[in-house]
């Protein structure tokens, strides 16, 4: 069994954890990395949602904040404040800095995103083929309103710095249009038995994999079963700010739109909790097969509940095939 | 009073600690720092000689080792080894790491070296002006034979990974031919009271200061006293291993054939240290001045024995002013 899915940073990343403890021994799993939440800082190439992925499944991942490494310091972060150097909202530790020093050097050297991806995956063994969405450069920025000016930020200063405390009015993934998918993405798709959309933001993350040309495109047309798993329960994100963004798309945030803004032509089946169970219906109306299943992560660390909902929409993506 | 001094590493920091107690409060130092030891190292762009002067001024010094910061941890280091990222023979603390991230981002923002450590400067505050010898790259290479092959090795790896355990063939500062001094040092030299030449390496650290075109000639025609204080101490490198390298340029590692190698064209004058009294009249007789006094810095950290040695300096600068 071929699966492929699109990742962001830690639903993604927790979401695969239980998803390799589901699926058989011979099954790959290819994940698609959002990159539009890249950004420079210090003159480094920081991937947050590639080193998220990469961590968890590596078993470096600080597992209480669910993003950077276990065991962390903070020596570099404290020295750069004091000669000045900023910003200081974002928190790089020691462990940390060496992954972006090392890609940074290997970006600079010629290699692309994704070999240098490989390449540290190479120490971290995740267990699953690990693609950036993209080679070239897509930047998701935020458009809000600062000192009574609209200005767009990039989506990091939005989410840590601002943690999405004023409205988003638009998001846009600056780049998206001009990107070509990195190499294997596509054929990954086309190979594909099943692909999955974990229950990561389907705006700046799930939606940013799917605004590179031809990887929404090479989905549709896979023929294969696209299951999503819903990141809102009960009308609130599990985790994060996804309602903020939803909101900049006209998208309200309940597990009944976000599937109806992914839509039929893309999606097969849809997982919402079982709070939510009253919304299968209009779903399903909607030309997509959806079951309510308990989809909060509780246990992200052993990742049984997280294995669970991985079951769970490997045995739907079996109902929309044999249906 | 206005002096200048060309400094190396940790002989000519400690040196400079020890003058800064010794001149009136009135008095302005000028460093052109040896940048020839300089090396990219994962990417960034380590200055090796010009941190150790402004971390020994500024008070960030690891004492002991006399390089390096003090209270320092390796995080970053030990991910790098675990990437498989070498160097590993280079020792780079997370605390050097920041001061080298902000290097390297700045010169990629277009601003030459010399900006850039006037920038690291305003932080450490050396109480000293430190100007890079040069803003162009200069790069010390030693010749050596490895494996049955001559080679020529960058100096860090000479120096710190050979420990200079073979013999040094030749000792060539690349690039120095078409490097021009940085902005000031050749109107800090014009402006000067009296130049300096600290207890630092006669070859790689002040005489690849020198092979920058331009320098040695401004220090000749500054038409002030121009003072040296010996290296070497009966015979023998105060410290590091200055004698591998003085072989390669034919010079003999002694109190007299280092100054006699700078030569009364450049040198005025000249302090050996006690033990060396007895070639007092050979340097005479070359037509340097030369005095005898305790060169030994045995209290780095106070830095009340450099302070006497600078005193000598100053005292015999003044001497052949007079004469």
Known sequence: MRIVVLAGGIGGARFLRGLKQAVPDDATITVIGNTGDDIHLFGLKVCPDLDTVMYTLGGGINEEQGWGRTDESFAVKEELAAYGVGPEWFGLGDRDFATHIVRTQMLAAGYPLSAVTQALCKRWQPGVRLIPMSDDRVETHVAVDLDGERRAVHFQEYWVKLRASVDAHAVVPVGAEQAKPAPGVLEAIAEADVILFPPSNPVVSVGTILA????????????????????????????????????????????????????????????????????????????????????????????????????????????????
Do not use: F, N, Q
Request: proline share 6%; glycine share 10%; aromatic share 2%.
């Open 212 to 323: 590179v040309p031809g990887i929404r495109e090479a989905i549709a047309e896979a023929g294969v079963p696209v299951i999503g798993l819903s990141p809102i329960v009960g009308d609130a994100p599990v985790r994060g700010m996804a309602d903020k963004v939803l909101a900049a798309v006209g998208v309200e945030s309940s597990a009944a739109a976000v599937a109806e803004h992914y839509g039929s032509g893309l999606l097969d089946g849809w997982l919402v909790d079982t709070v939510d169970a009253d919304v299968v219906p209009r779903i399903e109306e909607a030309g997509i097969k959806c079951r309510a299943v308990p989809l909060m992560m509780t246990d992200p660390e052993e990742g049984t509940a997280a294995a669970e909902m991985a079951r769970a929409a490997l045995a739907l993506a079996e109902e929309v095939r044999t249906a």
